[in-house]
């Protein structure tokens, strides 16, 4: 099975992509560049101004499923991470059910036209995003399996929609990747259309050029393959710069790019970008904003004392699960080269001990592993 996570981002575009299907809304082509603006004012923090084309969409739709999902997305960026805002996880699913309530009201219950399938699923997806964040598995799984037939629908609208370069790539590389790195896995892939790495690649890289909708979550998810899997941040860089300079108030973005610079060496590039990100002092920021510096005193001014203070002040801050739990495993392994300079392999092994714990990147695990 791939990631719960993925599952969310599929959803959403399959959702707002336009397709060769009698629907009104999906081949409404303004009103689909006109949620595209909205969904760029989101991932550039511009809630305000994502509410008035909401409001737009809602005075040309009313009560359309669309209008309930843009305001989930919305929270889900407004007040990230979601899940640890108890103020707001109510309203949030609460938000979801709305949705899924007006799909059956618009369009009847378990209708088959197009607009109310897209929607079901992508509220869905959100709620088994939820579920895998509170630990709820089984529940999440159950609800991501449902959408598979739905997504082997979109593989085959490739050629016809540029918006399907994004969820066809995404399949076409992790269909692959995720049981090579899962072996427990294996066996169910037999159910699983066969995918290609290499085309799933040049397909998301299609999408981050043609894709309407699809642009920015491709570009996004790109530079991780990068990062995580490839091994290859000076080939995300490109897609991190591009996010940076589109949405500069997106600290997510920020965050992603400077790691992307340093991985590159790129140590005074990434340098001059750290003021901005410094400035978000709040939840889980601190912890990358640490890590980088400690990277640069280690990496760029070697300077091992400054260092091993920013790697533990990182690691003294709970990390999240989605941002920052690799930062974590970046601090073990700073500390760990560290201690071996230092003459301490002991103390060096202990360190990556902790950074095979939690590691997730391809590279971090091999130097990690190469250790022992």
């Known amino acids: 099975m791939l990631p719960i996570r993925y599952f969310l981002y599929f959803l959403l575009i399959l959702s707002l992509s336009s397709t060769p299907a009698k629907a009104q809304l999906l081949n409404d082509r303004p009103t689909l560049l006109l949620i595209q603006k909205g969904i760029d004012h989101i991932y550039n923090y511009e809630f305000s101004q994502a509410q008035a084309v909401n409001h737009q969409v809602q005075v040309k739709y009313p009560n359309h499923p669309v209008t309930y999902f843009m305001r989930a997305f919305q929270m889900y960026w407004q007040y990230l991470p979601i899940k640890d805002n108890k103020a707001k996880v109510g309203e949030y699913i609460g938000v979801l059910n709305q949705c899924l309530a007006a799909v059956e009201k618009q369009y009847g219950k378990n209708s088959k036209n197009p607009e109310a399938v897209f929607f079901t699923m992508a509220a869905r997806g959100y709620i088994a995003l939820m579920y895998n964040y509170q630990g709820e598995l089984l529940k999440a799984a159950n609800e991501a399996q449902k959408t598979y037939g739905f997504m082997t629908e979109g593989l085959k609208l490739t050629a016809k929609n540029p918006e399907f370069y994004f969820t066809t790539g995404m399949y076409n590389y992790y269909v692959v990747k995720y049981p090579e790195d899962h072996s427990i896995v294996k066996p169910l892939m037999i159910f699983f259309k066969n995918g290609n790495k290499a085309l799933g690649l040049k397909q998301l890289d299609i999408a981050t050029k043609s ?63 750290l003021p901005e990100l410094k400035k978000r002092t709040e939840r889980f920021y601190p912890i990358s904003w640490l890590v980088f510096e400690g990277i640069l005193q280690e990496k760029k001014y070697h300077q091992d004392v400054e260092a091993q203070k920013k790697f533990l002040a990182a690691l ?43 590691a997730e990147y391809d590279s971090i695990e091999k130097e990690a592993k190469a250790y022992r």
């Open 316 to 358: 003294k801050i709970p990390y999240d699960d989605q941002y920052t739990r690799e930062y974590h495993a970046m601090a073990y392994a700073g500390l760990a080269r560290i201690a071996h300079r230092r003459g301490d392999k002991a103390q060096a092994r202990k360190y990556y001990d902790k950074c095979l714990e939690i």
């Open 211 to 273: 894709g309407i909708v699809t642009r920015v979550e491709a570009a996004y998810f790109l530079a991780h393959i990068y990062l995580e899997h490839e091994s290859r941040p000076d080939l995300a860089v490109p897609y991190t710069t591009r996010l940076n300079t589109m949405f500069p108030n997106n600290a997510i973005f920020r965050m992603i790019h400077i790691e992307s610079l340093l991985l590159s060496g790129k140590y005074t590039e990434a340098e001059e970008e």
